[in-house]
């Protein structure tokens, strides 16, 4: 089934079993990825764009939990906490730590990187490797800890 096709049941469920939360996090979504399909007009948006996205709408939220912690509204941290768990269900599983340590340290030797100035060419090459799968801020420190030693 089809990510948007997914959502579109999802909210239906939603509305059935009258879950506020989820019904409000999934047309927010919803309307995030017309957004976008809008602004890539004329061409239409691929299953690659809806997946950017929903992880666009995960990393607003882990700011925004760590912004209301340090303010200490714990209500708005609940808040985004339960729209983040939503977000996360519709994304494709995501890779381990130690699988991304595995990637880096292939990639590492691949291109015979020794310095913290080879980092931004590490990264890229693991983000491409892992196709979108990992945590991009995991594979920044995981590829910083590897190439200061």
Request: net charge positive; charged share 30%; glycine share 4%.
């Given at each position: 089934?089809?990510?948007?096709e997914r959502?579109?049941?999802?909210i ?11 019904l409000s996090?999934l047309?927010?979504?919803?309307s995030a990825?017309k957004n ?6 004329p061409?239409s ?6 997946i950017g ?7 607003q939220?882990k700011?925004?939990?760590?912004q209301y ?10 808040q985004e906490m339960?729209e983040?768990s ?12 130690d699988?991304?340590e ?10 015979n990187a020794?310095?913290?100035?080879d980092?931004?060419?590490v990264i890229k ?5 892992t196709?979108?799968?990992?945590d ?14």
């Open positions: 089934m089809e990510i948007r959502i579109m049941n999802d239906k469920v939603a509305m059935k079993e009258k879950n506020s939360i989820r996090t047309r927010f979504l919803q990825i976008r399909e809008i602004e890539m007009r061409n948006i691929t299953h690659e764009e809806v996205v929903i992880k666009k709408l995960v990393k939220r700011e925004s939990i760590e912690k340090a303010g200490g509204r714990q209500d708005l941290v609940d339960a983040l939503i977000l996360e269900e519709l994304l494709p599983a995501q890779l381990s730590q699988q991304v595995a990637v880096v340290k292939d990639v590492v030797a691949a291109l020794k310095s913290p100035k980092m931004g060419a090459e693991v983000i491409q490797r196709q979108g799968n990992a991009n801020k995991m594979v920044s420190e995981l590829v910083k800890k590897s190439l200061s030693l």
